[in-house]
């Protein structure tokens, strides 16, 4: 059984930056996408960036050129740097890992809180 844990967030001021983390334990095989996603309060989880199998990195609009996605396979961790960020970034962050085909599997982790103050 896979597990993924954010790590991170918190309480920052507008223009500031954080990194959170996820760290997976167990084996992740032949994933189709891995990404973060973020849910507002009384809104939908929406995507925030992503990695696809076949080599694509794309991101929300909202979000271009402030935030980055990245992944250490050797740590089994993903990463999403923000940067510049505003108070409608604020949210609880997750991550995620999926498979759209057999063995099909769709992990999420716990969540992170990342908190904009204006």
């Known amino acids: 059984q896979v597990q993924l844990v954010e790590s991170g967030g918190g309480l920052v001021q507008a223009g500031g930056s954080l990194r959170l983390s996820c760290a997976a334990s167990?084996?992740?095989?032949?994933?189709?996408?891995m990404g973060w996603y973020r849910q507002a309060p009384g809104k939908q989880r929406e995507l925030v960036a992503i990695f696809t199998s076949g080599g694509n990195t794309n991101y929300a609009d909202a979000v271009k050129g402030r935030f980055t996605i990245s992944r250490d396979s050797a740590k089994n961790t993903m990463y999403l740097q923000m940067n510049s960020l505003k108070p409608e970034d604020t949210a609880v962050y997750y991550c995620n890992v999926q498979r759209i085909l057999y063995p099909r599997y769709d992990y999420w982790g716990q969540g992170t809180q990342v908190t904009v103050s204006s």
């Open positions: 167990g084996s992740i095989f032949s994933w189709n996408s």
